[in-house]
């Protein structure tokens, strides 16, 4: 019921764009951080972007300068834009984020929540 839903992901060639969404299920009140990570096959999960509440957004030296993150409140809805995407950016990318929402009483719940991720393939 309380979700992460996660679109834009898909078949890309080199130097192209995608956006990501990660939408949430509920109103979003206030959100403390969101993040993207990413894996690729025999990889370890990576950090790609973080932004936390009063600090600069977090960018992996690999992604800096063409992936930037944001967010529309009134969507609740967080994006990662991807751009001159390389082949190396291949992979399931997933989104992670703190926020607060309105119970059915009125008060502030934290929810920590992921979304189901979504796979990104650049071809050369």
């Known amino acids: 019921q309380v979700q992460l839903v996660q679109s834009g992901g898909g078949l890309v060639e080199a130097g192209g764009s995608l956006r990501l969404s990660c939408r949430a299920s509920m109103s979003i009140m206030r959100i403390n951080f969101m993040a993207w990570y990413r894996q690729a096959p025999g990889k370890q999960r990576e950090l790609v972007a973080r932004s936390r509440s009063g600090e600069n957004t977090f960018y992996a030296d690999s992604v800096k300068g063409r992936f930037s993150l944001s967010s529309n409140n009134a969507k609740d809805t967080v994006y990662l834009q991807m751009d001159n995407l390389k082949p190396e950016d291949k992979g399931d990318y997933y989104c992670?984020?703190?926020?607060?929402?309105?119970?059915?009483?009125?008060?502030?719940?934290?929810?920590?929540?992921w979304g189901q991720g979504t796979q990104v393939t650049v071809s050369s």
């Open positions: 992670n984020t703190n926020f607060v929402a309105h119970s059915t009483t009125g008060r502030g719940v934290t929810f920590d929540l």
